[in-house]
């Protein structure tokens, strides 16, 4: 969340930049509960000094006279307006909290204007998509083994759409993935971090995701408790309501989990096969840092995530993700794509996000500095590194050989133990 103060302070250019993003603010409503839950307080807070001098008063007085029971009195009314006061109080503060909580993160100053994808930049590209073009690359769904590895009929019977078996040496090709992924983020420093998977309500409004995408999330009502659409969450959440040593920023750490996301309204060729899941594997980096190196920091972890795909030599594009378009918490977002030769086109296979202080502020994260002073609030990035999915379709779609086998990446082959996967003889459809 923003810094109320500074909200109050900065009203007109904080509701410009916001509106930049694509969210919708009732800043009328918000600016009036605001002022009338102060106003409240400072009343509140009145009638106390008004109730602790008659109690005061009290004290020196023989009991039993006039005098005394008159004060009590006075005591009584306004003790019972304090109670009231408080009450009315705390019925407005977290109504104001409710309506704070829709106010999304400023966007940075260097990310373009504009409200859909064509909008974002391309900063980057890596490899060279035209070399491969190929007579024998198709998507990944019409591979004809495809679906003798990446069981979506009995996926579907056993849960619902959009949630794959993976099976045989497709199940140790994504094993083999995940391995490469968690191996090299640890070689770059991020401490692993073995997460549950499901978190509680606090959590998912730390970190954003509530109450902006309640509806995207499985929620196990019974015990309030939220599937996680990514390991964000919970790593994120590892420090909440901590301060943490100066000397220990940056803190970094990675985890592996399933994802789980209800996609709802998702449909057309976009999101065949692999394209879109509701259950899907991914790494994630999660950075704790100082506020002066957020941005610089930015940059770092973008490479992180884009060094695995150099080293599986898949072509890749970088693109500065405009206002519109970027997340409610974040405040600057990179997405990396991957060309999928088959499909002929680009997918995202991470996002890699400065959250400055938002989440931290939510979350309660905060560090010491250790020249002294009062304690201040981290800023918060992730990025994906990387989903799987995609990064298997363009594997698949890359790699076709004229066996109709695919070539495995060198870099994977300690884990998989084989040069290629396919062509097998399929099983019976379910």
């Known amino acids: 969340m923003l810094d ?3 909200l109050r302070e900065n009203t007109d250019a904080i509701r410009a930049a916001v509106s930049r993003k694509k969210f919708h603010v009732d800043w009328d409503t918000i600016l009036a509960l605001d002022a009338r839950r102060r106003a409240l307080i400072a009343e509140a807070e009145q009638a106390k000094a008004v109730q602790n001098a008659a109690n005061k008063e009290m004290a020196k ?35 104001w909290k409710r309506h704070y909580l829709t106010i999304p993160n400023i966007p940075h100053e ?40 990446v069981d979506f009929g009995r996926g579907a019977k056993v849960a619902g759409a959009g949630f794959p078996f993976y099976v045989g040496d497709m199940a140790r090709l994504v094993r083999s993935l995940i391995q490469f992924f968690l191996e090299e983020a640890t070689a770059a420093g991020y401490q692993e971090i073995l997460a549950p998977l499901l978190v509680n309500p606090e959590s998912a409004t730390a970190t954003g995701q ?51 996301r209800r996609e709802a309204g998702s449909w057309g060729a976009h999101v065949r096969g692999l394209n879109r ?44 993700i405009c206002a519109g378009d970027i997340g409610f ?52 990035l992730n ?7 995609r990064v298997l379709a363009a594997i698949l779609e890359n790699n076709i050989q004229p066996d109709g086998s695919v070539r495995i990446p060198p870099v994977l082959r300690k884990w998989y133990l084989k040069d290629t996967i396919g062509p097998i003889a399929p099983l019976a459809p379910a």
């Not at 190929?134 to 590895?149: K, M």
């Not at 259950?279 to 999660?286: N, P, R, T």
């Not at 400055?356 to 560090?367: K, V």
Request: with cysteine; hydrophobic share 40%.
């Open 277 to 320: 899941l509701h259950q899907f594997d991914k790494v994630e980096l999660v950075k704790w840092v100082l506020p002066e190196t957020s941005f610089a920091e930015l940059e770092t972890l973008r490479d992180d995530a884009a060094r695995l795909l150099e080293k599986l030599d898949l072509p890749y594009r970088v693109l500065l």
């Open 329 to 380: 918490p974040h405040a600057k977002q990179y997405d990396l794509e991957v060309w999928a030769g088959g499909q002929k086109r680009w997918l995202e296979v991470s996002s890699c996000s400065n959250f400055t202080d938002f989440q931290a502020r939510r979350a309660g994260i905060r560090y010491r500095p250790k020249n002294g002073g009062r304690v201040e609030v981290a800023h918060t």
């Open 4 to 6: 109320i103060k500074f």
């Open 61 to 95: 007085m023989p009991k039993g006279t006039p005098e005394f029971l008159a004060k009590v009195a006075e005591m009584k009314t306004a003790s019972a307006k304090v109670k009231e006061l408080e009450k009315t109080a705390a019925d407005v503060d977290a109504d």
């Open 210 to 260: 509530l109450p902006d995408k309640e509806g995207q999330m499985y929620h196990a009502t019974t015990d309030d408790l939220y599937l996680i659409p990514t390991a964000e969450v919970p790593i994120t959440n590892f420090i909440r309501d901590e301060i943490i040593p100066e000397e220990q920023l940056p803190l970094k750490r990675c985890g592996y989990t399933p994802c789980f």
């Open 383 to 389: 990025g994906s590194a990387l989903g799987l999915p």
């Open 110 to 149: 260097s990310i373009p204007d504009g409200r859909t994808e064509e909008d974002s930049k391309e900063v980057s590209t890596w490899g060279d998509p035209a070399a491969l073009v190929s007579p024998l690359a198709v998507p990944h769904w019409e591979i004809p083994w495809f679906d003798s590895l």
